[in-house]
C-alpha cells in the first residue's frame, strides 16, 4: 500500500521540514539536482574539529525528498565525518538492497518503504548525495544523474 | 465524482476499440491500469504488434539488396509504409519522406544539413516558448556552431504563442522558423499555417514539430506549405525507433547527407563518392525495418477509425477531464489556450507531482510526471514540474472519473 511509502514520520517531515534555512557560518556547502524531476536542493554544514556541529538545507522537492532532507539533517548532529558518510552508506542500503534494517539508522527506517518504489530512489537520496559532495569538498552541483 | 454529461459522438465505439489493445486489460497494483500517458508513447494495437511479428517469422530479410524473395517482400512492405506515410501527411511525392528515428532524428537532420549549408554568422533560428528540448536544442547546437542567433517567440498565460511578437522578431536575417504543431507540455495547438506563412512572407523556412499533432489531427503538408514537418511512429501508435521527416524535394535534393554509409550512395571509390537520389541519400545504414513495417500498420489502423473522428472523440474527453479537474481544490491547469489537444497538464497546491504520480500509480492510474522535456515551459510557469495526463482514442469518460478519484485520494493523504 502507498502508505507505506508516506509513513506518517515522512508526511509530517515534508510538511514541516526541519533545519530548513540558510547557514550564515557554514564551513561547507553543497548543491543538489535531480534533472528527472526538477528537484533542487542547498545544504548547509558547520563542521568543526571533525565533528557535524550543524546541518541545514533549503529547496524544493517531493515529500520523499524533503522529508529526507529533513531526517538527514536531524540524524547528522554530532556526528564525526567518517560517522556521518556511514550512514549515508547504510542509508543507501536500506533504500536499494534487502539488507536487514539496523537500529542505527533511527528514524531513517521510515524510508524503508522506497525500496519498492525504484523510481523513487533518487528522490531519497538526492540530500545524501549533496552531503557526500559537500563532505568531500566538491564544487560542482551534485547531479542524481 | 462527476456527473457531467456525456456527449459521444455516433459511431465511436470506445470499447470495441480498447479490445485492439492488449497492454489496456491489465491490473496495475489491483486495480485496472488507466493509461493516461499517451503523449510520452501511445499503445500498441494488436495489428501493429502482428505486422512486427509477422515481419521476424515470414519476411524477415535486408532490404534494397537482394534478389531473392524475402528481401523483396521486406523491400516492398517498408517500401509501402513510405507510401502510406505519403498520403498520411499529404506529400507531393514519396522522394519527400525520410525514414528517421523519431521527431528528435527529424529535427536534428535537418539543423546539420541543412543548416550547415544555410545558416551564416548573424543569420537568426526562431523557435517558440512551448518547445520540446528536441526543438530547441539541435537549433541551440547549430546557432553556436554557426554563430546565429536564437529568437524566441513568446506565449501568454494560457500557454499560447503570441503572433504580434512573432512578427516583430521576424527579420532579413531569419533562416529558418521551427515550431512544435501541438505542445507536448500544455496540448497548445498552435497555429501553424499563419506560423508557415509569416515565415515565408520575411524570406525563411518552417519546420513543424508534429511529434503531438499526428496521433491526434489530420496533416496536410500542402495545406500547410511546411518546408518540413516531422513525426514519430511510437506517438501514433507504432513502434519505437521509426519516424518520418517530410521535407519539400526542391529542399532535400539541395541538402548534403546527414550520414554517410550503405544505401545512400550511387558509387563509391576512394576517390569520389555519388549520393544516392532522394529518398535514400539520407538513408544511410540498415534501418529499422520492423520498425517501419509496425509504423505503416499503425497509420493504417489510424486511418481506420478516421483522425476526424479521433479528434472530435478526445475534445470529449479534453472538455469532460477539464471540468472534472477543476472541482478538485487547489487543482490548476497548466495550459489553457482555447485551440488544445487532449493534454491535462497540471498543478496541485503544496503536493509535488512525483507525490501525486506515484499514489496514482498505486491506484492503477500511469500519468508523466516532471518537465516533459520542456524546461523553459515549466520556468515560464514558474513551476519545477506537473502532473500530465494525456489522453488518446483508447481512453475512457470513466477513466477521467478515475482519475478525479484518485487525485481526491492524493489530496487525503497530503492534506
Known amino acids: 500500500m502507498v502508505d507505506d511509502l508516506y509513513q506518517e514520520i515522512i508526511l509530517d517531515h515534508s510538511k514541516h521540514p526541519r533545519n530548513c534555512h540558510p547557514m550564515e557560518d557554514a564551513t561547507r556547502k553543497a548543491e543538489g539536482y535531480n534533472p528527472l524531476c526538477g528537484d533542487k536542493l542547498k545544504l548547509f554544514i558547520k563542521v568543526e574539529d571533525d565533528i557535524v556541529k550543524d546541518v541545514s538545507f533549503v529547496g524544493s522537492g517531493c515529500a520523499i525528498s524533503t522529508a529526507s532532507a529533513s531526517l538527514m539533517t536531524e540524524s547528522l548532529k554530532g556526528k564525526t565525518r567518517d560517522e556521518a558518510l556511514k550512514l549515508l552508506e547504510k542509508f543507501h542500503d536500506l533504500l536499494t538492497t534487502d539488507s536487514p534494517v539496523t537500529h542505527e539508522l533511527g528514524k531513517l527506517v521510515v524510508f524503508c518503504g522506497v525500496r519498492d518504489y525504484p523510481a523513487r530512489v533518487k528522490c531519497a537520496t538526492l540530500a545524501w548525495h549533496t552531503l557526500k559532495s559537500a563532505l568531500n569538498g566538491t564544487a560542482e552541483p551534485v547531479s542524481t544523474e | ?415
Open chain 2, 1 to 415: 465524482m462527476s456527473t457531467l454529461s456525456r456527449v459521444v459522438p455516433t459511431g465511436f465505439d470506445v470499447e470495441t476499440i480498447r479490445e485492439d489493445f492488449p497492454v489496456l486489460k491489465q491490473s496495475i497494483h489491483g486495480k485496472p491500469l488507466v493509461y493516461l500517458d499517451s503523449a510520452a508513447t501511445a499503445q500498441k494495437p494488436h495489428a501493429v504488434v502482428d505486422a512486427i511479428r509477422r515481419f521476424h517469422e515470414v519476411d524477415c530479410a535486408n532490404i534494397h539488396r537482394g534478389v531473392h524473395e524475402l528481401s523483396q517482400r521486406s523491400t516492398a512492405a517498408y517500401e509501402e509504409t513510405r507510401a502510406k506515410a505519403k498520403k498520411f501527411l499529404n506529400a507531393r511525392t514519396k522522394n519527400e519522406l525520410i525514414f528517421v528515428r523519431g521527431t528528435t532524428e527529424g529535427i536534428n537532420l535537418v539543423a546539420s544539413s541543412w543548416g550547415r549549408g544555410n545558416v551564416k554568422p548573424g543569420d537568426e533560428i526562431v523557435i517558440s516558448a512551448l518547445e520540446h528540448h528536441s526543438n530547441i536544442v539541435p537549433w541551440q547546437m547549430l546557432c553556436e556552431e554557426r554563430e546565429a542567433k536564437l529568437r524566441i517567440i513568446p506565449m501568454n498565460d494560457r500557454g499560447e504563442l503570441l503572433l504580434e511578437e512573432y512578427e516583430k522578431l521576424l527579420g532579413p536575417r531569419t533562416r529558418m522558423v521551427a515550431v512544435s504543431h501541438v505542445s507536448n507540455a500544455l496540448g497548445t495547438i498552435n497555429p501553424v499555417a499563419r506560423i508557415v506563412e509569416m515565415a515565408h512572407n520575411a524570406g525563411a523556412l518552417a519546420l513543424i514539430d508534429g511529434a503531438q499533432a499526428a496521433p491526434h489531427m489530420k496533416i496536410d503538408v500542402q495545406a500547410l506549405d511546411a518546408d518540413f514537418y516531422t513525426f514519430s511512429g511510437h506517438k501514433v501508435f507504432g513502434p519505437t525507433g521509426i519516424g518520418i521527416l517530410y521535407g519539400k524535394s526542391k529542399l532535400l535534393n539541395a541538402m548534403p547527407p546527414y550520414q554517410g554509409g550503405g544505401d545512400m550512395i550511387k558509387t563509391v571509390t576512394f576517390e569520389k563518392t555519388t549520393y544516392a537520389d532522394l529518398p535514400y541519400k539520407f538513408e544511410a545504414g540498415t534501418p529499422n525495418i520492423a520498425g517501419g513495417i509496425g509504423l505503416g500498420a499503425a497509420l493504417d489502423y489510424v486511418n481506420r477509425i478516421g483522425l476526424d473522428k479521433i479528434a472530435a472523440y478526445e475534445h470529449e474527453l479534453l472538455v469532460y477531464g477539464t471540468e472534472a479537474l477543476s472541482e478538485i481544490p487547489g487543482l490548476r491547469i497548466i495550459g489553457t489556450a482555447r485551440e488544445k489537444a487532449a493534454v491535462l497538464s497540471f498543478i496541485i497546491e503544496g503536493i509535488h507531482p512525483h507525490d501525486i504520480g506515484t499514489v496514482l500509480d498505486r491506484q492503477g492510474i500511469a500519468v508523466r510526471t516532471g518537465h516533459h522535456c520542456a524546461q523553459p515551459v515549466m520556468d515560464w510557469f514558474h513551476v519545477p514540474a506537473t502532473t500530465r495526463a494525456s489522453m488518446a482514442f483508447y481512453n475512457t469518460f470513466a477513466e477521467l472519473d478515475a482519475l478525479a478519484a484518485g487525485l481526491q485520494k492524493v489530496k487525503e493523504i497530503f492534506s
